[in-house]
């Protein structure tokens, strides 16, 4: 074994040879994959291993497509047999919502130019003559849809990274993992120490372990997982090929071939936990005991779906432990509290994702950052909110809802309320339906009297439609109260403060008290990692406001940038505590409550001051994310009910009230305002939404300089544009693909909201640059079915910003 290595993967099952078969594809050879006891000893030897193109998330899907086109690459380059069988999968649904979802799937997939169709009923019983389509409406087929062989995949990862130079070592436990002062590992094994630039965890059920080596906790439980495979079935053994896959997702089950018989597994309602406390060491090749019984339901379903089932004998259960995720996503990337240490843990589609996760990582250790922007599968989507008892309440809620699907706007109850703010209460007896925001319970409508605060989901307007209607409209035609005690606030302050900011950041930080700036902040590929807020509040004080659920996300950015001694960054997200009061009586509003001139005269859009407002010292910034006339005012979060009752109360007489964070959404599209993780991600250029601008070149130094001078005269390849679409029922939410009448793909939506104060659907789109023009007509998927829309000029709210700066 050598002792040092550019990289030691730990964890040889699936994902850890993704990843180390990707680091020498990428040009690293100098790496080393320690596996505990054989490869495959994890969730992977005993996996269904069903692969699957389509995701939910744009970037997820095309990395799913990337993952099963690799697996017959892979065999071409190893010789390595992969097992793959690729008959197809049939995908039904039963219900109108389930029509939409595979709808969206099928126009998604003609926009990434792979094949999901609808099928015939006809069609469907050709391919699959063993099923039952009686209560089916809808019927979409996924050609490359099958399964691999789990053992024949990982050993064949395994090798193509050998070729390549890697070394590999079964029976090789890691037992600690320790920094050395230069940031670099020693990761220890019972076989000697190998000293590392980068370490990463792979070590999928024993994930927890692993980084409890290097002194931090994941969010992540495992749970039992079963499936069954029968004798052979006589029908299927005469019918002479391979049948299709069924993901008959409302039935809650999934059903393929396997040798002559059928494998069928499910997720079922009554979940069970497994090694709570922790994965032990010496667990191996085991399975756990079989019960049959707790799937039954699902199992019923399947049987009358596919009747043969009925008569077949039971060749064997699989009863396995499979490690999950708060939200069931991966938990991938950099540990932003560590330096050179990566996880890649958590993985429940591991078959479907196991090529893009291993490129995604290996870009991010190789290149700084991943390519595309998968913050969905980003493991700082979790701060350290994600408690015990929160991840125990929501893995469980994953594990039983697997196959539910996930509406816009979804919101899940488990293991909440996590965290609330001191004007929680108040909130809810005004009504609030609360979302979770990196932790946190935060408004998201408020239901009028006579009306229970709770939401529906679908892929159509729902119960808060009309609500939120009301508050935006209140807003523009009185004032809003907007909770954003959820942005994400952060305090710098000392000597070098200034320097600091101005080597982070793209824009000039302002150099007067008083004075605020937006200004992006540029990621390794010159795209765009964050935008903030930046307001001077003294001499050498500095407060940055930024996207909330980014916070531990923009923390690997800040620690890129070197601070002087005397420079103290600190995050006042939990400390300070915010509301957006704004529309036309704002200005009147805060008058009644402050002596502070709010005048336009003495406040000028996009200037701060340190004002006293119902008795309590505030830190009051001239921005509105609405787009209207309006502050945002900071105080200490245990001022923040006082804060909020006064302006409720002397708000009574200009119209005001709460208004929550959907409302918000609609309020900045129909203005135009892009936002962190929707318009705004490194995957983006400045040049494609706009921000060129705010990039500062006369200054000599700032985070991504160089990467933005590479890419900054290259044509946009993609250009935001506002969209007016023809909706009656449904409006967009976020990934619908935009076509030209034609049916030629040209882009997606990135934003969609029904703008209340304008009565127009609209949409934030990224659409190829040569068709970005106004007027252009195009067609958008909402629903999966095409909608008329159009290129508009301008933003239809306050183009010119009149309603900002009056
Ligand atoms: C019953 C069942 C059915 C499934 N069906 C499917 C399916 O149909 N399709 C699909 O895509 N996915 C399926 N999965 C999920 C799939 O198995 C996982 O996504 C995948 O195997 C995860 O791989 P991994 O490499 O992350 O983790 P693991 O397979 O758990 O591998 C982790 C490896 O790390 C090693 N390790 C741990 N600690 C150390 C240490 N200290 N030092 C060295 N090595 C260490 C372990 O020995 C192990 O080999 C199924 C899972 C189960 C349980």
Not at 339 to 360: E, V
Not at 423 to 439: C, D, H, I, N, R
Not at 696 to 712: H, M, Q, S, T, V
Request: aromatic fraction near 10%; glycine fraction near 10%; include cysteine.
């Amino acid at each position: 074994m050598k002792t040092h290595a550019q990289a030691v993967v730990i964890g040889g099952g699936l994902i850890g040879c993704s990843i180390l078969y990707h680091l020498t594809k990428l040009g690293w050879s100098d790496v080393v994959l320690l596996e505990r006891n054989e490869l495959t000893s994890g969730s992977t030897w005993h996996a269904a291993a069903g692969i699957h193109g389509l995701h939910d998330h744009n970037n997820i899907s095309k990395l799913q497509y990337y993952t099963m086109q690799l697996y017959a690459e892979l065999e071409r380059e190893t010789g390595q047999g992969c097992g793959i069988f690729q008959p197809g999968a049939l995908y039904l649904a039963q219900t109108r919502d389930r029509e939409h979802q595979l709808r969206i799937q099928a126009a998604k997939a003609r926009y990434f130019q792979v094949e999901f169709h609808e099928l015939s009923r006809d069609e469907a019983e050709r391919l699959h003559p063993l099923a039952n389509f009686d209560d089916i409406r809808c019927i979409m087929y996924e050609p490359d849809g099958g399964n691999v062989d789990p053992s024949g995949v990982t050993h064949a990862y395994a090798r193509g990274a050998r070729q390549r130079g890697a070394e590999v070592h079964r029976f090789t436990p890691v037992v600690a993992t320790r920094q050395r002062q230069d940031g670099s590992w020693d990761v220890e094994t019972e076989q000697g120490s190998i000293h590392a630039d980068v370490v990463v965890n792979a070590a999928g059920l024993w994930a927890r372990e692993v980084a409890a080596m290097a002194g931090f906790e994941l969010p992540l439980m495992p749970l039992e997982h079963q499936y069954f495979v029968t004798e052979t079935i006589p029908e299927i053994e005469a019918l002479g090929k391979r049948l299709p896959l069924i993901a008959d997702r409302d039935g809650e089950y999934y059903l393929r071939q396997e040798g002559q018989g059928l494998l069928v597994g499910a997720y079922e309602k009554d979940g069970r936990y497994w090694a709570e406390q922790g994965t032990p060491m010496d667990f191996g090749h085991e399975l756990l005991n079989d019960d049959l019984e707790r799937i039954e339901e699902n199992l019923l379903r399947a049987f009358e779906r596919v009747p043969v089932l009925t008569e077949a004998g039971v060749k064997r259960v699989i009863n396995g432990p499979m490690i999950w995720s708060p939200d069931s996503s991966a938990l991938i990337g950099p540990v932003p509290e560590l330096h050179n240490y990566f996880c890649c843990c958590g993985i429940i589609p591991g078959f479907s994702q196991s090529g893009g996760l291993g490129l995604t990582l290996a870009q991010w250790i190789i290149e700084g950052e991943p390519e595309m922007d998968l913050f969905p599968w980003d493991l700082a989507r979790f701060g350290n909110w994600a408690s015990k008892p929160f991840t125990k309440a929501r893995t469980l809620d994953q594990y039983s809802h697997r196959y539910k699907i996930h509406f816009p706007y979804e919101e899940r109850e488990a293991g909440r309320p996590l965290k609330t703010r001191p004007a929680y209460e108040k909130q809810k007896q005004l009504g609030a339906v609360f979302g979770l925001s990196y932790g946190y319970e935060h408004p998201l409508w408020y239901a009028p009297e006579g009306m229970e605060p709770v939401e529906t989901y679908g892929f159509e307007r729902q119960n808060w439609f009309e609500p939120v209607a009301a508050e935006c409209r209140a807003l523009r035609e009185a004032v809003g109260i907007i909770d954003v005690s959820n942005f994400a606030k952060y305090r710098i302050r000392g000597e070098g403060s200034a320097d600091y900011l101005d080597r982070l950041v793209a824009n000039h930080v302002p150099a007067e008290t008083g004075r605020s700036c937006l200004t992006p902040l540029i990621g390794l590929r010159g795209g765009i990692a964050g935008d903030f807020t930046i307001t001077k509040l003294g001499e050498e004080d500095f407060l940055m406001i930024g996207s909330g659920i980014a916070e531990r996300y923009h923390q690997r950015y800040f620690n890129m940038v070197e601070k002087v001694e005397t420079v103290s960054f600190e995050s006042f997200t939990e400390a300070w505590a915010g509301f957006n009061v704004a529309g036309p009586n704002a200005r009147d509003l805060l008058g009644k409550l402050t002596d502070t001139d709010m005048s336009n005269d003495a406040f000028k859009f996009m200037r701060s001051r340190k004002i006293h407002i119902a008795g309590i010292d505030a830190v009051a910034i001239r921005v509105s994310f609405s787009g209207d006339l309006g502050w945002e005012i900071y105080v200490p979060v245990e001022r923040q009910l006082e804060l909020y009752e006064a302006l409720l109360e002397t708000g009574k007489d200009f119209g005001a009230r709460p208004v929550g964070g959907r409302a918000l959404l609609s309020l900045r599209v129909e203005k135009g305002y892009g936002s962190w993780s929707r318009e705004y991600s490194p995957e983006y250029w400045p040049q494609e939404v706009g921000m060129e601008r705010l990039i500062k070149l006369d200054k000599p130094e700032f985070l991504g300089r160089d990467a933005y001078l590479a890419i900054k005269d290259k044509p946009p390849r993609e250009k935001l544009v506002m969209v007016r679409i023809e909706a009656t029922n449904a409006d967009a939410s976020g990934g619908e693909p935009v076509f030209l009448v034609d049916g030629t793909p040209v882009g997606r939506v990135s934003s969609g909201a029904y703008g209340h104060s304008v009565k127009q659907s609209l949409a934030l789109c990224f659409v190829k640059t040569e068709h970005a023009l106004t007027d252009t007509k195009l067609e958008i998927a909402v629903l999966g079915r095409p909608h008329a829309a159009v290129i508009l000029e301008n933003a239809p709210f306050d183009a010119r910003g009149e309603r900002l700066r009056a």
